[in-house]
Structure formats: structure tokens, C-alpha cells
């Protein structure tokens, strides 16, 4: 069965300092995986994807991700953090059977000015 | 173009009480979801619905009624709501369910159940 693992549930960075979130999947079928970002009191919406075509992905706001088949991870990092970009963010894969997309359990990003 | 949108968005129901939360979308989309959103759990999908009157259980369907008479909507009840019930729930919709689909979300709606 598909899952996630995003590792940390908050991460704090000053602003200005390197972003990196990460996330590990498990996956018994060729991934498809997802970063999705959620602002305070709005629902979630979609940073980046990766399918298949090209292993470093770019987004949205500057973030990238890139997916490392051997390590089975997709990080999600961006150079210069801005304190627009604290949210909580999600990592997924897609899923099987009835699950058709099987989420991390989020990572809280604090920016400190 | 109003997306996606869910109400209430606020709701405050007393245990054993029947609560229907609404889901509409503009774009015609054949898939929609409905999530529910805790601490410590991230979201997990209650139920999903392929196109109208065709839907099906996701991880953690107990105690959720849904039913889709047209594609626009997908509305999810609480038959009887419970303490545990208590969470924010989000709907969302995609074009289809192949794996890369992106999924687009509702605000959600914010339910607390004394």
C-alpha cells in the first residue's frame, strides 16, 4: 500500500534561510507525488507534481522538488524563505484501490523575521 | 468563476444531531472527495464519488452518509453526529482519478460537535 512520510511536523526557518521539507513515500507501483500547501483557515492547493517526466520539479512561489527514486524520497526546498511562505504543507502519493490520493501528515512552516 | 465552494463554513451541532455539509463546483469535474482534516492525522478521505449517483467508501467512512444527484454536488450528512466528528472537513474535485490528476480544494468547513 501507498504512504507518506513527511518528516518533521514544524520546521522553523529565519526568513531568507534555505527551506527543506521533507518527504519519503512507499510505493509498490511507479509514484505520482504531490506538495500541497495550506495558508491559514483556506484549503489546500497545489504547489508542484511530479509525473514521471522530469525528475526536479518547479512550482509554484519558488519552491522545487525533486524526486529521488533510489532514496524514495521528494523534498520540497527554496532557496530564500518568505514570511508569506508559512503555511502547512503536504506531501502525497498517488494511491490504489479506494484511496486515490494518499496524504503526508503535513509540515508546519514557521518564518521568523 | 466561483470554483469551489463549501457551507457552511462555521458549525457548532449538538451530539446526536443530523448535519449535512454542502459542496458545489463550477467546473463539471467528475470526481469529488470529501476529507476530513485532524491534528496529528493530516486528512483522510471519508468518502469519494466518481460522477453522479456512483460513490464509494474511503479510509474512514463510519458515521458519513453521501449521496450525488448531480455532478455539481456532493453533499456529506452526519446521521448522528459524535464528539469524535468534531474536525474540519474538506471537499475537493479533480477532472478524473487518473494518479496525476491535481485535486482542487473547498475552504472547508469547520465543525465542532458538543
Known amino acids: 500500500a501507498q504512504s507518506v512520510t513527511q518528516l518533521g511536523s514544524h520546521v522553523s526557518v529565519s526568513e531568507g534561510a534555505l527551506v527543506l521539507l521533507r518527504c519519503n513515500y512507499s510505493s509498490s507501483v511507479p509514484p505520482y507525488l504531490f506538495w500541497y500547501v495550506q495558508y491559514p483557515n483556506q484549503g489546500l492547493q497545489l504547489l508542484l507534481k511530479y509525473t514521471s517526466a522530469a525528475t526536479l520539479v518547479k512550482g509554484i512561489n519558488g519552491f522545487e522538488a525533486e524526486f529521488k527514486k533510489s532514496e524514495t524520497s521528494f523534498h520540497l526546498t527554496k532557496p530564500s524563505a518568505h514570511m508569506r511562505d508559512a503555511a502547512e504543507y503536504f506531501c502525497a502519493v498517488s494511491g490504489t484501490g479506494n484511496t486515490p490520493l494518499v496524504f503526508g501528515k503535513g509540515t508546519r512552516l514557521s518564518v521568523i523575521a | 468563476d466561483a470554483g469551489i465552494t463549501q457551507s457552511p463554513r462555521y458549525k457548532i451541532t449538538e451530539t446526536g444531531r443530523q448535519v449535512t455539509l454542502m459542496c458545489h463546483q463550477t467546473?463539471?469535474?467528475?470526481?469529488m472527495f470529501w476529507y476530513r482534516q485532524d491534528l496529528g492525522h493530516g486528512l483522510r478521505l471519508i468518502y469519494y464519488?466518481?460522477?453522479?449517483?456512483?460513490?464509494d467508501k474511503g479510509e474512514v467512512p463510519d458515521g458519513y452518509v453521501v449521496s450525488r444527484s448531480k455532478t455539481e454536488n456532493f453533499p456529506l450528512t452526519l446521521e448522528s453526529a459524535t464528539r469524535s466528528q468534531t474536525s474540519v472537513y474538506f471537499c475537493?474535485?479533480?477532472?478524473?482519478?487518473?494518479?496525476?490528476?491535481?485535486?482542487?480544494f473547498g475552504p472547508g468547513t469547520r465543525l465542532l460537535v458538543l
Open positions: 475537493a474535485s479533480s477532472r478524473g482519478r487518473a494518479e496525476q490528476e491535481t485535486q482542487y
Open positions: 464519488s466518481a460522477a453522479a449517483d456512483i460513490t
Open positions: 467546473w463539471s469535474h467528475s470526481y
